[in-house]
């Protein structure tokens, strides 16, 4: 705006005063009156202040363009400084994907292998995918499962205390026993690589919300004991030698209708959230001492073949145990029952009051009559 004056006011020094006749262009017939020399200094001064408002008004104009026009650069760098980001983000993002499924394949190649070295491959191969990639644990938890699920011989004698056949093992083809087992060595890192997962306790190496889909698998000594997952799914599934729950917690639903536990299971403080389902599963002998069934406990139909103890069970919802089958003297001691559920009692217990109201099972009386339950 500086220089704009300046030059207003150099062409106002230079130009040639303008005449009257210019200033007041009158018809000659009519008498003009010349203007006095103060009346000239005035009209020069309006006119140059006229002028002076103008360039200032030029150069308002003129800084706030330029204003406008950094502004609008500016924004333009931003953006394109951020869609550089957000794309080198994305690239990265593709490429790191990428390698996942790479090596998700190669994994499940492995595992699919004829060989036992080569399946253990790839199950080490896809823990260590999961522990990296936390957004494909569950999918990597899913293909273990689904291996777990696959039909698979009986373990050998040997691995469950039973004796050999006759002949020992020199009776089996070298081949068969060997691959036989290989196999079961590989399902057994399988288990344990869910178990060791499922563990709270392990800082780091815990994968929280997991579900579990073992229905039908065949399951060597299965210890979930302080083990915790989401949902938990073992319907069909059977349980080799002992099976450990003690102390287990499942966030939601587990299932394990027409289960088979054949050797002694322990369910001890175990916590189910939500539904604990046992209906026409089979027990060899069974603890839930100290469990809490959060959701309906339904164990309609279930067998228990040998000792079953229930002392000091929590129940929060409905409890179902019609149709059940207890083959020994079962313990049902201290089980507090919800008010306001159905309580369909086990064979031998009847629904009671203590004298404060509360509901809990007692041992029916043998000269009462009338169905066990309420």
Partial sequence: MPVITGIVL????LLPEPSAAAVFPFSPAEPVATPS????????????????????????????????????????VFRKRRHQETAARISEHDVTERRVAELYA??????????????????YALERLAQENPGH??????VICAYLRMPCGPPSPGDQGEPEPP???????????????????VRRIAQRILLTHLNPGKEGWFWPDTDLDLTGAHLDAWDM???????ADFTGATFLGKAGFGGARFTEDATFTEACFTGFTDFTWAAFAGYAGFKRAGFQG???????FSGVAEFSMADFAGVAEFNGVRLAGSTRFSGASFAVDTDFDRVVLPENFYVMSPPGWRVARD???????????????GPPGE
Avoid: K
Wanted: proline share 6%.
């Fill in 137 to 142: 644990r569950q999918t990597i938890v899913n």
């Fill in 286 to 292: 069974v603890w839930f001492d100290g469990a809490t």
């Fill in 167 to 185: 002949g020992g093992p020199a009776s089996r083809p070298a081949g068969s026993l060997a691959e036989s087992e290989g196999e079961h060595q």
């Fill in 10 to 13: 150099i062409a106002g020094w």
């Fill in 106 to 123: 190669a994994a499940a190649e492995q595992l699919g292998h004829h060989t036992p070295p080569v399946r253990l491959a790839g199950l």
């Fill in 225 to 231: 004991s302080r083990r915790q997952c989401r949902n």
């Fill in 355 to 369: 004298p404060d109201g509360t509901r809990r099972l007692a041992r029916q009386e043998p000269e009462a009559g």
């Fill in 37 to 76: 020399p103060a009346e000239t200094a005035t009209a020069a001064a309006g006119a140059l202040l006229t002028l002076l408002a103008v360039g200032a008004g030029i150069g308002v104009a003129v800084s706030l363009l330029l204003v406008a026009g950094a502004a609008i650069a500016l924004r333009l």
